[in-house]
Structures are given as structure tokens and as C-alpha cells.
């Protein structure tokens, strides 16, 4: 099984990742945690197994997502939902790797890990570990990092695209902090390209993937806005002369072939609300 992949996780992204690993002729199989999703990826034709996470007993789990070559991990953290086993269960899935016939596994991290830098950062940047998201995020990494085989960690920004148009993010009216930081984003069309070639190259290794639209919040949400023909949405002026970070993948763009389709993001903003773009 040359051209094999299992995918962890069949969120928003790890589907579009299936359906073109399938386009492209892999053999696929995933994983969900839910009967009425794995119901409906088995009538997309995506071979789907149930896999709840953390288990009790690795050595009882018997699944055919194991037995591909390259394992992709897609999983959430669920931080927000005040989970901190993200590093555990990243750590399980490496066990069963292990237990399988899995040569490479891709970890899809986050950008989320820069979180409190400023300024252009990079993936040798020195983080701080005194937020626990970044802690939790890392642990995580180092989880993955222990796989006997090929590893590599995709640290991706945030996701925009079919179906997360920013615009809607707007609906809410919210206050806005930091109107100058810097945007890192990057479109799930990029994501899953870069991937592509991820697991087609035999190399491993951290690599940060973002878009190359270099603006600031504001104009940014002020573009998404106008695209939908929403009202502007407010900022907070208490932190207006913040930055931020502006995320660096010049590593993998210098590593891959892969020709970003999305780099601009502005202009991704108005073509997919008129259907030129994510049809």
C-alpha cells in the first residue's frame, strides 16, 4: 500500500484532505468519534472507523487506519473547551502508530504555539511557555516527536475558506482587540495542497504554513465586511499600537514546489462571496 493515508480526526479540514487523497487515487481510511458522522463519511464513499479518544486499552484497539502508511493527526486541542489532554491523546495515537504499519505520521498543529511573541517568528523562535495553551500545544509536539518512524509537524494558521468566510465572524458584532496586528491566516484549499506534497516528500521536520497576505486586523475585517455588505465592525482602541506576530513559513516554501493558490487573501474575500472562488 504505496499510496495509502489514514487520517485521525475527519473535521473540516481532515475531509477535505480525504476527498482529494481520493481524487488523487490514495487508499484512505478515517477516523471520527461520532456513529452519525462515520454514517455519513460511509455514504461519501470515505471509509470511516470510530475512535474515541483518550482509550483504556491501546493494545485492544484493532483499526485499519493503523495499517496505512502516512498518518495524519488531525485533532483538535479543544483548549477553549477547558481540555488539557491534548498531549495524551496525541501520544496514544503515536503508541498505536507504533503497534501498526505506519512509516510517517503528520501532526496538524498550530500557529497557536507563538502565542505571546511579537515581532517576525519562525519555527526556531524560543516560546513562552508561561500560557498553557502554548505548554499544551507543545507537549503535544513532543509527543509526536517520539514516533519511532518519520515525523513532522505542520503548524498551521488559522483556517479560513468554504464555509468560514471571515465576514460571518463579524455577525456577532464584535469588539475587535488589537485593530494593527498582523493577520496570519491560510485558506483550506493551501492547507490541503501543502499537505499533498507533505506526504508524497519523504522529509520531517516543523514547519509553520500561512498565507502571504501581510496586513493588519483591520483592514482585514473591514475587507470581510464590505464583501458580505456588513456594517464595519468596532475595535478596541486600548490596544491599538499592538502588532503582534507575523508568522514566517519561508522554510517550507523553500522546501516544497507547492504554489499557493490563496496568498491573497483580500482578494480570496471578495471572489468567493461572488463564486469565483470555492466552487
Not at 505571546?116 to 509536539?141: F, P, R, W
Not at 502588532?243 to 496568498?263: M, P, S, V, W
Request: aromatic share 8%; with cysteine; net charge neutral.
Amino acid at each position: 500500500m504505496t499510496k495509502s493515508v489514514g487520517i485521525i480526526g475527519c473535521g473540516w479540514l481532515g475531509y477535505a484532505l480525504a476527498k482529494k487523497l481520493l481524487f488523487e487515487k490514495y487508499q484512505v481510511t478515517v477516523t471520527t468519534q461520532s456513529e452519525d458522522k462515520k454514517t455519513k463519511l460511509l455514504k461519501d464513499n470515505i471509509d470511516a472507523e470510530l475512535l474515541s479518544l483518550p482509550v483504556n486499552d491501546l493494545e485492544s484497539v484493532t483499526l485499519n487506519v493503523f495499517n496505512h502508511k502516512t498518518l495524519i493527526i488531525s485533532i483538535t486541542p479543544q483548549i477553549r473547551q477547558g481540555r488539557n489532554d491534548y498531549p495524551e491523546k496525541v501520544a496514544q495515537i503515536i503508541k498505536m502508530a507504533e503497534l501498526g504499519e505506519v512509516h510517517k505520521v503528520i501532526l496538524l498543529s498550530s500557529t497557536a504555539v507563538y502565542n505571546g511573541l511579537s515581532g517576525l517568528v519562525d519555527e526556531q523562535s524560543i516560546l513562552d511557555m508561561n500560557a498553557s495553551k502554548v505548554a499544551i500545544i507543545t507537549a503535544a509536539e513532543k509527543a509526536a516527536r517520539y514516533f519511532s518512524g518519520t515525523t513532522l509537524i505542520l503548524r498551521l494558521a488559522g483556517l479560513v475558506g468554504p464555509e468560514r468566510h471571515p465576514g460571518r465572524f463579524l455577525q456577532g458584532k464584535k469588539v475587535l482587540a488589537e485593530p494593527q496586528a498582523f493577520i496570519n491566516l491560510i485558506h483550506q484549499e493551501d492547507a490541503v495542497g501543502v499537505l499533498m506534497e507533505l506526504i508524497e516528500e519523504g522529509i520531517g521536520g516543523t514547519y509553520n504554513a500561512v498565507s502571504a497576505t501581510e496586513t493588519s486586523k483591520q483592514h482585514y475585517y473591514h475587507a470581510a465586511a464590505n464583501a458580505l455588505s456588513l456594517p464595519l465592525p468596532e475595535f478596541s482602541f486600548e490596544t491599538s499600537m499592538r502588532f503582534g506576530k507575523r508568522i514566517n513559513d519561508a522554510k517550507l516554501r523553500d522546501t516544497l514546489k507547492y504554489q499557493f493558490k490563496h496568498d491573497d487573501l483580500i482578494v480570496w474575500l471578495y471572489k468567493s462571496v461572488v463564486g469565483l472562488s470555492d466552487v
